[in-house]
């Protein structure tokens, strides 16, 4: 069988005979070293399998880099999601923190009306007491009016 083919039931892989078309292809004439119509196929068949491979590969490439483009993309936006999440925690905490204050603010604000009701109500009892003392002074009087 000449080289560079496959036993039959042997699937031909590309690449195949490659290096022995090529040394083949370097021998003299006297070395044997002409070319046959067959060798000449397999060597063409072999250089458009090297192409193919060569276009396979460099279509790899560049869906590789493609799907490096997409997981960066999504880094990116994972990042600037962790980044807003931080930011919306930072700000939700502020506004608990402000929450508290007010709720405070409110606590005291009721102490101090409570407080000023009390006060009031402390004034009203003290104007009542008076006025009670200053009728029993009229009623003891005897009710003389100016």
Known sequence: MP???????????????????ADVSRRTPEQGGGLTHEALLSAESDRNAAEQFRRLA?????????????????????????VAGEEARIAGEMARSAAEEARKATLDAVH??????????????????????????RDVTGGESN
């Open 112 to 137: 101090a009306t409570a407080d000023a009701l009390a006060s009031t109500l402390e004034g009203m009892k003290v104007v009542e007491d008076m006025r009670r003392t200053l009728r029993n002074i």
């Open 58 to 82: 460099e279509e790899a490439r560049e869906v590789r880099d493609q799907h490096r483009e997409a997981l960066e993309a999504v880094r990116q936006e994972q990042e600037r999601l962790r």
């Open 3 to 21: 080289k560079g083919h496959n036993p039959p039931g042997h699937p031909k892989k590309p690449g195949d005979g490659v290096r022995e078309n």
